[in-house]
């Protein structure tokens, strides 16, 4: 399995952006779908995006479509989630993860592989 560490979060304000970045080591990355999920406080996570392992399929939650894209480089073994329009409800600590399916993330909200340990990101009204 990958070990997957990221990074990007911070404390911004409604309406503004903010980059995810999720760097994988490990032999598998380019066969692995990869995703991200999402946690509130006390919550489950949630799905938020997923892309299949030649980054030409991306799947996302509805409450993002529009405003997040997911993305992913595999020379440099690295996903992002590219967040616009940022809201106060997007507060969460966000995870990166990976899967043999995109779409089976999409559809069964969870991940059978590796997990990063989690950034935190923060929308201020």
């Known amino acids: 399995q990958v070990q997957l560490v990221e990074s990007g979060g911070g404390l911004v304000q409604a309406g503004d952006s903010l980059r995810l970045s999720c760097v994988a080591s490990?032999?598998?990355?380019?066969?692995?779908?990869m995703g991200w999920f999402r946690q509130f406080s006390g919550e489950e996570r949630e799905f938020v995006a997923s892309?299949?392992?030649?980054?030409?399929?991306?799947f996302y939650a509805d409450s993002v479509k529009g405003r997040f894209t997911i993305s992913r480089d595999n020379a440099k073994n690295t996903i992002y989630l590219q967040m616009n329009s940022l809201k106060p409800e997007d507060t969460a600590v966000y995870y990166c993860?990976?899967?043999?399916?995109?779409?089976?993330?999409?559809?069964?909200?969870?991940?059978?592989?590796?997990w990063g340990q989690g950034t935190q990101v923060t929308v201020s009204s």
């Open positions: 993860a990976s899967n043999p399916s995109a779409q089976g993330m999409a559809v069964m909200n969870r991940a059978l592989g590796s």
């Open positions: 490990g032999d598998t990355f380019n066969d692995d779908a």
């Open positions: 892309i299949s392992a030649s980054g030409r399929i991306p």
